[in-house]
């Protein structure tokens, strides 16, 4: 293991409870993770010592916020490989970023009959939106599909690319299948087209290294409440210039540059998509979350999560009567592990493990596409991050057998 696990997990003071009198065994970080102190405390600090509202007046408390959140900005910035500060914009979460995307840029800028391609293993928040826009305003959706290991098809995708493709949005890592993409030819293929590409890393943002301007997607989305930052808490990157031909999501205070009776001028971006209060605090502590994961190493934080899925892959291939989704090659397979038992709902599996302590995530995941297409309702997902032991995983396949003994009784 290339993490200190016992060291980082004395940081996440959550992992000293007890649930059901076992020690807690926290397996559904995919869905969120834990907070280090180092977070808590951040945000414990604006509130004790600097806080009032962002970008008002001269006085103190308000500068020193304004401060702590234009520095937070930066730190994501750097952290993501943007090429400039205002290429990134706060958002709630990913769900939001790319809500952002589907009026702002989709409604706004395309036109009947342009099309937009995604694939079969996206979450809903990058489904909904999308069929949602296509519904009232033309747009064509187009979904490439998967190999049987779980791997966008890479000749199916490009064969859905035409004149008409403007935007191309799919998942760098899958929050079902594990699956990792590598998007860099879906993007090259998608740019010789002319369309733009969004990629949503809620899935990688927290575990890989991740660069922005290399990878050379025009738009990038990611939840703090993932990645050890707060919730409440989102991030948008987007290309300046097509953020600049955007117009705003939301109108209001904080997102102009003057108003009149007759109307109102927008604020440059990223302010011009960031109306009302923002949540600073939450930015301030998702700041805070990626120092601790920069200190830990990106590169160190993927090599820990690869040896532990690799492990899990493993051990949970030994059990009878267990499908695993998903390529088994651990290279391509991000921290979580999906799979279906023979005769066990998902949802029984995880009461009877939750009744020793082990929390996993029972059911679609927000991904009934990729279940349809599976032929499957539900599944079971266990997930790692920088405070997973593999003890852990051997907890969870004793609690799977444990369960296979009490539910076939
Ligand atoms: N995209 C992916 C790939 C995700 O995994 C998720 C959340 C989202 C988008 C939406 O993130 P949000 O913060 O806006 O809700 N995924 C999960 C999950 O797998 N279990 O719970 C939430």
Redesign the pocket.
């Known amino acids: 293991m290339t993490l200190d696990t016992q060291r980082i997990r004395a940081d996440f003071p959550i992992l000293s409870e007890t649930v059901h009198g076992h020690p807690v065994t926290f397996l559904?970080s995919?869905?969120?993770s834990q907070k280090p102190l180092a977070v808590l405390q951040a945000m414990d600090d604006v509130y004790r010592h600097r806080y009032a509202n962002v970008h008002r007046g001269v006085y103190l408390f308000s500068d020193e916020a304004t401060q702590c959140y234009d520095a937070a900005r930066a730190k994501i910035a750097a952290f993501f490989g943007a090429r400039e500060t205002e290429e990134i914009v706060f958002t709630?979460?990913?769900?939001?970023?790319?809500n952002l995307l589907a009026y702002s840029y989709a409604r706004a800028l395309l036109q009947p009959g342009d099309e937009i391609v995604l694939t079969e293993l996206?979450?809903?928040?990058?489904f909904v939106p999308w069929l949602e826009a296509a519904r009232t305003h033309g747009l064509v959706l187009k979904f490439a599909p998967l190999t049987k290991d779980g791997r966008i098809d890479e000749v199916q995708f490009a064969s859905l690319l035409g004149p008409r493709t403007r935007l191309v949005s799919f998942?760098?890592?899958?929050?079902?299948l594990g699956t990792i993409t590598d998007p860099r030819p879906l993007i090259e293929r998608a740019h010789a087209v002319g369309a733009k590409v969004i990629l949503?890393?809620?899935?990688s943002a927290p575990h890989m290294p991740v660069d922005v301007q290399a990878l050379g997607c025009d738009f990038y989305?990611c939840?703090g409440?993932?990645m050890l930052g707060p919730t409440g808490i989102?991030v948008l990157y987007g290309r300046r210039e097509l953020l600049e031909a955007m117009p705003p999501f939301m109108t209001g205070g904080d997102m102009i540059s003057h108003v009149g009776f007759d109307g109102a001028r927008w604020a440059d971006i990223p302010l011009k998509f960031e109306a009302g209060t923002p949540a600073f605090v939450e930015a301030i502590g998702l700041g805070a979350a990626i120092d601790y994961l920069q200190a830990l190493g990106m590169h160190n934080v993927r090599a820990h999560e690869r040896a532990l899925t690799a492990y899990a892959l493993e051990r949970l291939s030994t059990v009878r009567g267990l499908r695993l989704l998903g390529p088994l090659d651990p290279d391509v397979h991000g921290g979580?592990a999906s799979f279906t038992l023979e005769r066990i709902h998902p949802h029984d599996l995880a009461s009877l493990l939750d009744e020793q302590g082990i929390a996993v995530?029972a059911g679609h995941?927000?991904?009934q596409p990729l279940h349809a297409r599976l032929g499957i309702t539900a599944t079971a997902?266990a997930?790692f991050y920088v405070y997973t032991l593999p003890e852990e995983i051997d907890r969870l396949i004793d609690g799977i057998e444990y369960a296979q003994r009490v539910l076939k009784r």
Do not use: F, I, M, P
């Open positions: 559904d995919a869905a969120s709630r979460n990913a769900t939001e970023s790319l996206e979450h809903h928040a990058n998942a760098h890592v899958s929050n079902v949503d890393g809620c899935q989305v939840s409440h993932k989102g979580v995530r995941h927000c991904a997902r997930s």
